[in-house]
């Protein structure tokens, strides 16, 4: 009378069911992750007014017709970088 103790092939099916789910969510997870995408915030437009033109020097005119386009500063989302002045065929 009183406690009567459960069986060990009672308890295995309820293990093996337990650990079957605890391995598909971790799947799942991973999975999960897998397929998420960092996305970084970039600026569309600068606080701040670009740095006075650099000085440079411009080489000598090649033997085709070309134009120069003097450099200029560009806005690449984090900062402004120099664009270095260049000849180009006209």
Same mark, same amino acid.
């Given at each position: 009378m009183?406690?009567?103790p459960i069986k060990r092939s009672m308890q295995l099916p309820h293990f093996c069911?337990?650990?079957r789910s605890a391995t598909l969510g971790t799947v799942a997870m991973l999975a999960f992750?897998?397929?998420t995408e960092t996305v970084v915030y970039?600026?569309?437009r600068p606080y701040r007014p670009p740095p006075p033109p650099l000085t440079e020097y411009r080489p000598p005119y090649p033997a085709y017709p070309v134009? *120069? %386009?003097p450099g200029h500063?560009?806005?690449n989302g984090y900062r402004y970088? *120099? %664009?270095r002045g260049h000849y180009r065929p006209a």
């Open positions: 009183g406690f009567k069911e337990l650990t992750n897998a397929c970039r600026s569309p134009v *120069w %386009v500063w560009r806005w970088i *120099w %664009v």
